[in-house]
């Protein structure tokens, strides 16, 4: 397992030629990954969100694509249409792939688009395909969506519905860098020096192993009993939540508690790992009640409360 470890290492290191800090945002977006599953980022313009994610891509040597999400983005923007082509004198139907036809999809401002938009990446993100008319296309593997969104109260945001951000594993936050990392980032993009290029120190095969890999790590009964007691928490603590997770919940924790455990060259998933993706697993899949809201408390606050008194 330290093996593994090594190889995470060399891969955050050489991100970290191009993106400067939001260390935890990587390492949360390559759980994501490692566990075949999409992602949404959530932070203030600015932060590198789309930055680490290229990067990653490039690191990973996979194909990635860009959605900008406005309010009038058409589904078939997403998708791919068909378009009418002349062949030998005659009109034919022709389908043209769109951008979700890629390895890792990047929807940036995810919730910029409409509902209706934003429920068209909804078949890709669970069943891998898309169905244009008539026909179902299948999206090459590996395929990860890593959607970003600006804070809610944002000017021009469309909330996600239950359903969608269900669909995502984690929602992962992005922070302000320290002043070390600012006078840095100001130093690499004013300077007027090269700007560096990762090397590919992964492929699509060594990336599809490791996927497998994650689902082999072993965890106890004692560990496994103690992630699903956490999110059946959230639906009996109605002192602060309303609406609790679902099954999907203890799924993805105990997954992604895997994929963190291999990321730290361990041979088995920790307390310390299902207590810290707790709250990525969580934060969007939990809805806070009227009184937990009064007392002006985040859904983080709530999540650290269920996990304190967790058996």
């Known amino acids: 397992m330290k093996d593994y ?39 203030y313009p600015g932060l590198a969100k789309t930055l680490a994610v290229k990067t990653l891509a490039d690191a990973m040597d996979l194909k990635f694509n860009r959605i900008q999400n406005t309010p009038d983005l058409m589904p078939s923007d997403i998708t791919g249409t068909y378009i009418i082509e002349e062949v030998a004198g005659k009109r034919q139907f022709k389908f043209q792939p769109g951008p979700v036809f890629a390895n890792i999809l990047l929807a940036d ?35 990860f969506v890593l959607a970003t969104q ?45 700007k560096a290029k990762v090397k590919i120190l992964l492929n699509k095969e060594q990336l599809l192993h490791l996927q497998k890999t994650t689902k082999q790590v072993p965890i106890s009964n004692d560990i496994k ?52 993706m707790a709250f990525p697993v969580l934060r969007h899949r939990i809805i806070l009640n009227f009184e937990a809201e009064r007392k002006g408390m985040k859904t983080d606050d709530a999540i650290a409360d269920i996990l304190k008194k967790a058996k």
């Open 225 to 276: 009993k103690k992630a699903i007691s956490i999110i059946r928490a959230t639906r009996e603590r109605k002192d602060l939540v309303q609406y609790g997770a679902s099954p999907r919940a203890s799924i993805g924790l105990v997954l992604a508690a895997k994929a963190r455990a291999l990321i730290h060259g361990r041979n088995h998933v920790s307390s310390e790992d299902i207590h810290e």
């Open 109 to 143: 401002e995810i919730n910029r688009a409409t509902p209706k938009t934003q429920s068209a990446l909804l078949e890709a993100m669970q069943e891998q395909q898309v169905t244009v008319g008539n026909s179902t296309f299948k999206l090459d593997l590996p395929f």
């Open 150 to 194: 600006n804070p809610i109260e944002q000017e021009g945001t469309y909330p996600l519905p239950e359903a969608q951000a269900d669909r995502f594993l984690l929602k992962i936050m992005a922070s302000y860098p320290t002043e070390d990392e600012e006078e840095k980032i100001v130093d690499i993009y004013t300077s007027g020096s090269e």
């Open 5 to 43: 470890k090594m190889v995470f290492d060399t891969l955050y290191k050489e991100i970290g030629k191009v993106v400067v800090g939001q260390n935890e945002m990587i390492e949360q977006v390559m759980i994501a990954v490692l566990c075949e599953s999409n992602a949404l980022l959530e932070g």
